[in-house]
Each structure stands twice: as structure tokens, then as C-alpha cells.
């Protein structure tokens, strides 16, 4: 894990890393490639046991401190990443797909689903993605039209975490006017008429994506979360929390990589000598340890200062989101390279990181879409 006498943390944050790395120590790894669904619920229902899920919600409902601590999350996610992509993915859909309810929502809405998650009760997505509108949120093309006092939501989602497996949906619509001010965010059940999940999604990590059909489907307005109109606010702070905590998952696997690598290195002969002698390996080895460093003081950071009350944290979290995932890709592929045939092979863990790795540097924002967002934060503060 991250150096814990940082001055980024504090005792709570040590006492929470070192209990949940010696929880892990003991946990048998719960991951099924075959059966992501099952997994993924049998995730749940670890951390919640162990309390680990606390920290994904503020201590009124059963958290573990009074609000949501980004440095407690990246923690979370970095070690848990290290151990068990679908780990990691449990804890963080857990958090995300709840982040919207505990930053926005009412008093009613957060008594009705918060300690759920907790608990393990409730499994929570985030439906924000359309076929048209990943990162061009602006283009969201689900409709919330008014019916009375509630809301009919017609559309399609799809590459949606948790698509099948979740009790609920956060789901962004189109309320208003076209572009960022028309759109509004809704609670919805999974259960209510009209949420059909239409497709499952497969990919080369697999854990439980799909597509998700909303047709004629009543809300009340009670469960719309925030004001009307502000459902582009919402999903933007809500990305400005959690988009530290991609970074600190890729932190995570970048970490086991090097460790593995590490291992391999000066344990393989190669020419009547380690592996680890050769000074390519070193240079490989150094790089791969700079990129964890670097990638680890820029997650932390941009946590350390949203909780230190920064309103918003956008150029912060999107270099640390660049950075350390654009890292950990190159990280893992090195790891692969120095195992030689080994690293292609199912069943060794820098094959299964290679794999899992991946998808980092596309959601919750492309590295590209990351780059725009540096570069306009950039000139804006140089103006």
C-alpha cells in the first residue's frame, strides 16, 4: 500500500489500511472469472461483514466518518485492487453508484438506501452512459418527462456496471433543454415495470456490465435527486470524488505488477545469471517503481485536498486519473514482457492484470477526455 506516514493521512486512515490488509491475509479470494455475478455479490457481502463498506457512506447512516473521506476510499481501493480486481470493483460500485444519494439526495432518500449499502442489503449502479453520450454527457438522450407529480423515463443505458445485478439504478434523463442544463438524476428500482436489461455486455475482465432498457417507467418525483436541471452537477461532483479513486485503483494493480516482477526477476536465470542482473531489467524495474510513486502522490493529493474542503478538485482528480492509470497499463505490459511466455499464460497474475488493468483508461472519463479537462482547468487558472 501507499507510505502511511505521508502527511496525507491520518491515524484513522492507517488503522483502516492496516485492518483491511490484515482482513485480506486472512479472506479467501472470493473471485470466479465464470461466475461474475456471484462474485461480485459474494464481495458484497464480505466487505459489508467486515465493515469495510462504511466507508462508503457518511456515519449517520452507518459510515465511518461524517462524510465521505476520498483518502479512505483510494485506500480502500488501491489495497483491495492489489488483491482481486472484483474486489475492488464491489467496493467501488458500492460507492459510486450511492455517491449521487449521499451528496444530493434528500433526507428521505438517504434513510431509504444508505444504510442498505452498508449493510450489504442493497446493491447500487450507476446509469449515467448511452450508446451516443459516454463522455459527451451533454448528449444524453433518455427522456424524464413530467407526468403529475412524478416523472415517465424512457431510454436505453448500456455499459453499465452492475446491469442485472443491482437493487438500484442512479439514472441521469433528459428533464429540460438540450445540452448540461436539461438533464435531471432519479433513484430507480430495479424491480419497478419497465427496467428490462436487455443485453449483457462481455469483456476481457469479466465482472457484471450490460445494457438497461427504461420503458414508460414511473418515478415519483420523490426520488429524483437534487433539484431539477441539476443532474449534470450531480454526476460531475460525484465524478470528482470518485475519479481519484480510479487512479488509486490502478495504483493498486500497478503495485502487485512491480511485486510480481520484482519476484520473477531475481529468481529467473537467464544466461547463468538472475534476470534482475541484466540492465534492461533494471531500467524496466526503475521505471515501473517511478510510475507507482509518481502515480501514488497524485492520487493522494487530489483526495487530501477535497478533504480538506476544496469545492471542486477537477484538474487534480483528472491528472490523477491520467497519470496513474496510463501508468499501471504501461506497468502491467512491462510486467507481462519480463515473464516471457509465463506472462501470457492463464492463470499467472500479471496475465490476469494485463487484462483487468485495461478498462481504467476508459471509464469514468477517457485518458483523453482527462487531457481536455487538465488543459482547460490549465489555461483557465494561467488567464
Not at 479472506?27 to 463498506?53: F, K, N, Q, T
Not at 446509469?127 to 463522455?135: C, I, M
Not at 412524478?150 to 448500456?158: C, F, M, N, W
Request: hydrophobic residues 45%.
Amino acid at each position: 500500500m501507499s507510505d502511511l506516514s505521508w502527511p496525507f493521512f491520518d491515524e484513522e486512515h492507517r488503522a483502516f489500511a492496516s485492518g483491511l490488509e490484515r482482513w485480506l491475509d486472512a479472506v479467501d479470494v472470493l473471485d470466479d472469472e465464470d461466475r461474475p455475478d456471484a462474485s461480485c455479490r459474494a464481495w458484497v457481502g464480505a466487505l459489508a461483514g467486515e465493515g469495510i463498506l462504511r466507508a462508503c457512506v457518511p456515519d449517520v447512516f452507518g459510515g465511518l466518518r461524517a462524510a465521505l473521506d476520498v483518502r479512505t476510499l483510494c485506500l480502500a481501493r488501491e489495497i483491495l485492487a492489489r488483491r482481486s480486481a472484483l474486489a475492488d470493483f464491489a467496493f467501488a460500485m458500492q460507492g459510486l453508484g450511492s455517491g449521487a444519494i449521499t451528496l444530493f439526495g434528500s433526507a428521505e432518500l438517504q434513510h431509504r438506501f444508505l444504510p442498505g449499502i452498508v449493510e450489504g442489503r442493497l446493491i447500487a449502479a450507476f446509469a449515467l452512459s448511452e450508446r451516443e453520450a459516454g463522455s459527451d454527457v451533454a448528449a444524453i438522450a433518455m427522456l424524464a418527462a413530467h407526468d403529475g407529480d412524478a416523472y415517465v423515463l424512457d431510454g436505453e443505458k448500456t455499459w453499465i456496471s452492475n446491469a442485472g445485478l443491482a437493487d438500484f439504478y442512479v439514472v441521469f434523463a433528459r428533464s429540460g433543454e438540450p445540452g448540461t442544463k436539461g438533464l435531471s438524476a432519479f433513484v430507480v428500482e430495479a424491480g419497478a415495470p419497465g427496467v428490462t436489461v436487455t443485453a449483457r455486455i462481455e469483456t476481457i475482465s469479466p465482472h457484471p456490465l450490460g445494457t438497461v432498457r427504461f420503458e414508460s417507467v414511473l418515478v415519483p418525483a420523490s426520488q429524483r435527486i437534487g433539484r431539477e436541471g441539476e443532474g449534470f452537477k450531480v454526476a460531475m461532483s460525484v465524478l470528482d470524488v470518485f475519479r481519484s479513486t480510479v487512479g488509486a485503483a490502478a495504483l493498486g494493480f500497478s503495485r502487485r505488477a512491480l511485486a510480481e516482477t520484482v519476484k520473477h526477476v531475481t529468481t529467473r536465470s537467464l544466461f547463468g545469471a538472475p534476470l534482475a542482473a541484466l540492465q534492461l531489467t533494471q531500467a524496466t524495474i526503475a521505471q515501473m517503481a517511478t510510475d507507482v510513486d509518481a502515480s501514488a502522490l497524485l492520487v493522494y493529493r487530489a483526495a487530501w485536498k477535497k478533504d480538506g474542503g476544496a469545492e471542486r478538485v477537477t484538474r487534480e482528480a483528472a491528472m490523477a486519473k491520467w497519470f496513474a492509470t496510463e501508468a499501471a497499463g504501461r506497468t502491467c505490459d512491462q510486467a507481462v514482457q519480463l515473464f516471457g511466455g509465463r506472462g501470457v499464460t492463464r492463470g499467472e497474475a500479471v496475465e490476469r492484470l494485463y487484462r483487468d488493468v485495461r478498462a481504467l483508461r476508459i471509464y469514468e472519463g477517457a485518458s483523453e477526455i482527462q487531457q481536455l479537462v487538465i488543459a482547460k482547468q490549465t489555461f483557465a487558472e494561467e488567464q
